[in-house]
């Protein structure tokens, strides 16, 4: 058995030195050396595969590898079925064409795509990263079991019971359960369902009868919210926006200006205008002109978006990019990765 398959098998939450899991972010901020960073430190490090290339994903997991020897996880997206009718989407596109002619841009292509998955699960597969989750969905039995036989912890992203259950039911060896307070997409199974609205700590109740790990994600931002989630039956924390301005994030500059803007961004709101399912970010003047126009339709909003808010980046405009963060953002803290964590661990 390799190093790699032997240090998988070793894997479960109560392995590690501190009980925190830096969650996956896509888009940017999840970074090799952020993974390396926290995983070295004594917490999960873990990459994002969502948005990329499978050959980009297998050479950031290679990466992560040279510069550390501890477990660190991969997250991919399941695929997901179309919602948005031909007329939302064309419609939607003509409320977004003056912002793209803003910023001097043409809207993207709204394709429906499945994030490369075959090829992910490929990788994943070969290459048996310490721990692999899911998030949008779960996969079939077989696809966990196959990963199981490599030596690989499988989490599902839930954020209720039923979820919770269909996830066992595949294999699952822990469940994420995420609250409405965190940052980003809402890990719903359905793409186009309103956001649960129960707290974090409601969800850890309603699963803790499971006989399984539960990871508590959602507004985890101090060494107070930890012990406190642990209090409730949490085996670990997941925390994004806690990380979202470390030295190793690859958090693009305006959104970082903008976790620090306390007078410009006063708050945050779940949308779908960005990408067509629900997330939440720092409520800005995109959020305010689409919200109340925006259909579901992920990934095809997603795609429609991209050069636009690709271009309010470059601009460092932040009030068209979408500024994923979680409700307790204000405790978002510059510095090392490690030093992070540290503030977190109970």
């Not at 050479?59 to 079925?81: C, D, H, K, M, W």
């Not at 996969?139 to 269909?166: C, F, N």
């Not at 009868?209 to 930890?226: C, F, N, R, S, Y």
Request: hydrophobic share 40%; with cysteine; net charge negative.
């Amino acid at each position: 058995m390799d190093r790699v398959q032997h240090q998988a098998n070793r894997f479960s939450p109560d392995s590690l030195a501190l009980p925190v899991i830096q969650a996956p972010m896509a888009g940017g901020p999840s970074t090799p050396h952020l993974a390396a960073a926290v995983s070295s430190a004594g917490g999960l490090g873990f990459l994002a595969a969502g948005y990329k290339s499978a050959a980009t994903m297998r050479a950031e997991i290679g990466t992560v590898r040279s510069l550390t020897r501890q477990p660190f996880g991969v997250n991919l997206f399941v695929p997901q079925p179309s919602v948005i009718s031909p007329e939302d989407l064309q419609r939607y596109a003509a409320s977004l064409a003056p912002d793209a002619e803003r910023f001097g841009v043409s809207l993207g292509e709204p394709k429906h795509d499945d994030d490369g998955w075959d090829q992910k699960l490929e990788a994943v597969l070969e290459l048996a990263p310490a721990v692999v989750s899911f998030t949008f969905d779960f996969p079939e039995s077989a696809v966990v079991d196959e990963l199981h036989q490599r030596g690989v912890y499988v989490i599902a992203t839930v954020t209720g019971r039923e979820e919770a259950l269909r996830a066992l039911a595949a294999g699952a060896d822990a469940l994420c359960v995420q609250g409405p307070e965190a940052g980003g997409h809402r890990g719903t199974f359905t793409a186009d369902a309103p956001p649960p609205l129960v707290p974090l700590h409601g969800i850890l109740g309603e699963l803790s009868d499971l006989e399984v790990p539960l990871i508590a994600a959602g507004g985890i931002a101090t060494a107070e919210h930890t012990r406190a989630a642990l209090a409730v039956g949490a085996a670990a924390v997941q925390a994004g926006t806690a990380f979202l301005c470390a030295d190793e994030a690859g958090t693009k500059p305006a959104h970082r200006t903008a976790l620090s803007s306390s007078e410009r961004f006063t708050t945050t709101a779940i949308t779908r205008a960005f990408s067509g399912r629900n997330a939440r970010g720092l409520h800005n003047e995109f959020m305010r002109r689409h919200d109340g126009d925006a259909p579901y339709g992920y990934p095809e909003i997603h795609h429609l978006t991209t050069p636009l808010r690709a271009a309010s980046a470059a601009a460092g405009e932040p009030d068209w990019l979408n500024l994923w963060a979680g409700i307790n953002y204000r405790n978002c803290a510059e510095g090392p990765a490690a030093l992070i964590l540290k503030s977190l661990a109970p």
